[in-house]
């Protein structure tokens, strides 16, 4: 059935006619991704012989989905006029067909409220700025008993989720993927563009208008030390010292996640971070079952200053509730969120990360990142609160709340040529 409001541009029409059960766009700015799996959702809403059809388009944050997506999803089909037989509920983002078919907008930040669902098709909408395991434990398993269909696309921020998908969809020959840079398609004005590269960092207009992974994440805290322990081999494989205790550092969520980073203070003010955990809606007793299976000896245990508000049902803090199960908390100093990005900033360069067991919180550290105001064209004071505010905080309250048994402060500068895992460690 065609869609007498959306007449496709050349480039859309050769994604389509490609299209496979599985698919990966990356593309640059204004090339009109959005707008293309908006309307295959529709098409497959309206062509759909199910009655109980269901279709999602998933965006970073809630708020996100809203502003661009919903006038999009009204506006193509076709809101205002008389042949439009599409119901449109504002409090849930949704558009219900007049077949029993049904489009619902949500939010990737809180990815178990995603869960329990069946889907017949899926968009996801800038996937950079979504952790991975949104579409592998929760999206993917949900489009299993119908074989649903996803699509994926988003502009590179860097390697993280889209990357990763990207490069499994390369290799895959069941998957369709595609990639559309600004000098190849022709959409953009030359005269624009090359406004663009005056205006913007290169690093900026690799990133958004050439489709590179490998350029620099804007407005990151942390990017450049995290490359930094790229090149110096400091992500590598991080073996546990059993003589030496493990302390953990935690940012608890109540309804969100809860991330536990697990460090060991080496020799020479040298940190060896082994290990991160995270998982969501889950109690304390959830989280003290994590760090015994890990069988580590620990030692200092860092918390929020909130950890100490009541809970309503209980009347028990949740440091309280964590004591009772064994787990004694030091509480990290309340200070500005700003002077707890500067600590960590001098806690990185003394920090071995281990690649495997770490690689969600590495990827944090990396995508970490200011708010940007578009309308101002500036960026803010504050950070942007998505997925990677978790691991980022619990790595703040270490940063700022961790002193080394016997010592009155923690080293505040690294000696990078110090290996404080032996000669013959071998770094990937």
């Known amino acids: 059935m065609t869609n007498e409001w959306y007449t496709p541009r050349r480039h859309q029409a050769e994604i389509e006619a490609g299209l496979a059960r599985f698919s990966v766009l990356v593309c640059h700015r204004r090339f009109g991704k959005t707008v293309l799996s908006v309307n295959r959702l529709i098409r497959a809403a309206r062509d759909t012989r199910r009655p109980d059809w269901r279709g999602a388009y998933v965006a970073p944050l809630y708020k996100q989905a809203k502003t661009v997506v919903w006038d999009e999803l009204k506006r193509y089909c076709g809101l205002g006029s008389d042949e439009c037989d599409v119901k449109f509920n504002e409090s849930e983002l949704r558009a219900d067909f007049a077949n029993g078919a049904r489009i619902r907008l949500f939010g990737a930040e809180n990815p178990d409220s995603l869960r329990g669902m069946y889907l017949d098709g899926v968009v996801f909408d800038e996937v950079a700025q979504m952790p991975y395991r949104v579409w592998s434990e929760v999206i993917r398993p949900a489009l299993s008993d119908r074989r649903g269909w996803a699509l994926f696309i988003g502009t590179p921020q860097g390697k993280n989720a889209l990357y990763e998908i990207w490069e499994k969809g390369k290799a895959d020959p069941d998957w369709f993927t595609a990639m559309y840079r600004a000098s190849e398609t022709g959409i953009i ?32 805290y942390f990017g450049k030390l995290m490359g930094d322990a790229d090149k110096e081999g400091r992500i590598t494989g991080v073996p546990c010292d059993p003589a030496l205790p493990v302390h953990t550092a935690w940012d608890l969520g109540m309804s969100d996640s809860t991330a536990i980073w697990f460090v060991q203070a080496r020799p020479g003010g040298q ?45 028990k803090s949740r440091l309280e509730i964590a004591r009772s199960l ?12 700003q002077d707890g990005i500067n600590a960590v900033r001098v806690l990185l360069p003394a920090c071995w990360f281990d690649a495997g067991k770490c690689a969600a919180g590495i990827e944090a550290l990396r995508h970490y990142r200011r708010s940007f105001n578009e309308r101002m064209g500036d960026f803010l004071s504050r950070p ?23 010592s009155g402060v923690r080293p505040a500068s690294a000696c990078n040529d110090y290996n404080p895992f032996g000669r013959n460690h071998e770094r990937s």
């Not at 913007?200 to 620099?216: G, L, N």
């Not at 978790?390 to 270490?398: Q, T």
Request: net charge negative; hydrophobic share 35%.
């Open 326 to 337: 064994g787990i004694r908390f030091t509480i990290a100093p309340n200070i500005p969120i």
């Open 271 to 315: 940190y060896a971070v082994i290990d991160y955990y995270e998982a969501a809606g889950e109690g304390l007793e959830h989280y003290a079952k994590a760090l015994d299976r890990r069988g580590y000896k620990y030692g200092t245990h860092i918390a929020p200053h909130d950890i100490r508000v009541r809970e309503l049902g209980t009347g």
């Open 189 to 220: 004005d030359p005269e624009e563009l090359a406004a663009a590269t005056r205006e913007m960092s290169p690093e900026e207009y690799e990133q958004e208008f050439e489709c590179s992974f490998t350029a620099a994440i804007r407005g990151a």
């Open 384 to 406: 942007v609160h998505d997925w990677t505010s978790h691991a980022v905080d619990a790595f703040r309250y270490f940063a700022v709340g961790f002193r080394p048994p016997g």
